[in-house]
């Protein structure tokens, strides 16, 4: 007989913005700070992507790859070659194509 897994309900509760909570703030998803730091058609890799959000290459990419899904950004395969090294690889380029609209709701009334 198969155990049946029970799992406690998950609820979102909005975190009002008052004078107790003092120094926490609201901060964006990981890969709305990816897309913030990129321009319009500039492009990118996501080893560059990673560096400047703070995380791994696989969680880079992977934000990169909802952000595509999402329209914000388009990819194609291409040879690039880094600065420091005279060795070509292929890679995905991530090219930005429009800016982040602004989907976290500040209005609480």
Request: include cysteine.
């Amino acid at each position: 007989m198969k155990r049946k897994q029970v799992r406690p309900n998950k609820m979102l509760i909005p975190v009002r913005p008052s004078a107790e909570l003092g120094d926490i703030e609201i901060v964006l998803p990981g890969r709305y700070k990816i897309l913030n730091s990129m321009r319009i058609g500039t492009q990118t890799v996501s080893s560059k992507a990673a560096i400047t959000a703070g995380v791994t290459k696989r969680k880079a990419l992977d934000c990169l790859n909802v952000l595509q899904q999402e329209g914000y950004v388009t990819s194609v395969n291409a040879h690039i070659r880094f600065p420091e090294s005279k060795k070509v690889c292929l890679a995905r380029v991530f090219t930005k194509i429009k800016d982040f609209e602004g989907i976290i709701n500040t209005n609480w009334d």
